[in-house]
């Protein structure tokens, strides 16, 4: 379907032979084809169709085929088209882009790409209410019909072929009961054998920030762990004690992502100023970088760069001026001086001397050209 604005004629895109497609209005549309067709195109609505154009993976300048655009239908701003097929499987998506969510920041484009790649396999039936209705290469139904049609529903239909997953760096060889128990008792467990709750956090947001590095190592982050107005339900209230707060106030705090059932982890994040966007916290990504004048950890982004805690504060001395930035305790620093940044572990150097405790604090320095001390 596709519409034009009130004050001319609207009119539909025709539907086109499989495996091609329809474009229409600037959208890709994947449609079937009527049974009842004989040529690349259904010429049963004269009055309001647009020419129809085809596409194939291989052909993506092939021209109109078929009749010219008809008339269309007077004073209309609005056309609905109803088929009547027999079909248990998508035939058409449809996603829509709030305009005022997109952005044009070169860093917040792999994320923007994610999505909208997310929203086009779930139109094209990977969901968990479509797995059901999936048929092998003759069209025979893979999951077992009832009478009426409809398969069942609280089965497990397919076993996933691994091997073509992503590497998931997130709770990789965390155990058994990383998975099937809760962050509640991953977090218990880690507090009672004094170690990191790590991929989890139990840092209050602060004025200054206290930043770490998220769980894979490849952006700055912060802990998202953050007061409700509410109270949360039973099942996701998760400490019995944290720095700082009153016992009674526990059941408001919890992690700032639903879908992660409020449990807190290192999460990256924005910078914004005045409400504008700046930059990302994504080690990789160099238009991150920070200004020369503003990068107080000497600091270096890039596709071969990574997150390292850092052990103190530092100040930029310039001149007789020393500048400080309140947020820190982890920043991005190349890969390449991974291994030297954690013999150093950040220690101070100080400007036109050989002052640092470890000689190789003063190649660090020269490596990424600013000038660093502890406060």
């Known amino acids: 379907m596709a519409a034009e604005p009130g004050g001319g004629r609207a009119g539909i895109s025709r539907r086109c032979r499989p495996p091609l497609a329809a474009f229409a209005a ?14 690349s195109c259904d010429h049963r ?9 085809v596409y194939n993976d291989s052909d993506w300048h092939r021209k109109p085929t078929g009749s010219p655009d008809q008339e269309g239908i007077r004073d209309a701003d609005f056309v609905l088209y109803v088929s009547a097929l027999t079909t248990d499987r998508p035939i058409a998506g449809y996603a829509n882009l709030c305009p005022n969510m ?9 994320g923007m790409l994610s999505t909208v790649k997310h929203e086009i396999i779930h139109a094209l039936g990977f969901s968990a209410g479509l797995f059901a209705f999936y048929r092998d290469d003759d069209g025979k139904p893979l999951t077992p019909r009832y009478a009426d049609g409809l398969p069942p529903f609280n089965e497990r239909w397919y076993k996933a072929n691994y091997s073509m997953a992503e590497k998931l760096d997130w709770g990789r060889n965390k155990g058994c009961d990383f998975v099937m128990k809760s962050c509640k008792f991953w977090i218990d467990q880690k507090r009672q054998k004094k170690q990191l709750i790590s991929p989890y956090c139990d840092t209050l947001r602060s004025n200054p920030l206290q ?19 509410k109270q949360l339900p039973q099942e ?3 400490f019995d004690n944290l720095n700082g707060v009153p016992a009674e106030e526990l059941p408001y705090y919890g992690g700032s992502v639903e879908i992660a059932d409020y449990c807190p982890f290192s999460q990256e994040f924005s910078w914004h100023l005045s409400g504008e966007f700046q930059r990302s916290s994504d080690c990789r990504i160099i238009e991150n ?15 071969n760069s990574v997150c390292l805690i850092q052990k103190s504060a530092f100040v930029m001395e310039q001149c007789r001026r020393k500048l400080s930035y309140p947020d820190w305790g982890s920043g991005c620093y190349q890969e390449t001086l991974m291994t030297l940044l954690r013999q150093v572990s950040l220690k101070s ?10 000689s190789n604090a003063l190649k660090m320095y ?9 406060k």
């Open 211 to 229: 930043l770490t590095c998220r769980q894979d190592q490849r952006a700055v982050a912060v802990c998202n762990l953050q007061k409700f107005p």
């Open 236 to 238: 996701y209230q998760y």
């Open 102 to 110: 997109i952005s044009t920041q070169a860093q917040e484009f792999v």
């Open 349 to 358: 150097v100080s400007r036109g001397s050989n002052t640092s405790q470890d």
């Open 289 to 303: 970088q920070p200004d020369p004048t503003k990068n107080y950890g000497a600091e270096k982004y890039g596709p």
């Open 26 to 39: 600037g959208l890709l549309l994947l449609l079937p084809l009527p049974p009842s067709a004989s040529s």
């Open 45 to 53: 609505v004269p009055s309001g169709e647009q020419q129809c154009r």
């Open 366 to 374: 020269k490596l990424n050209g600013e000038t660093l001390s502890d």
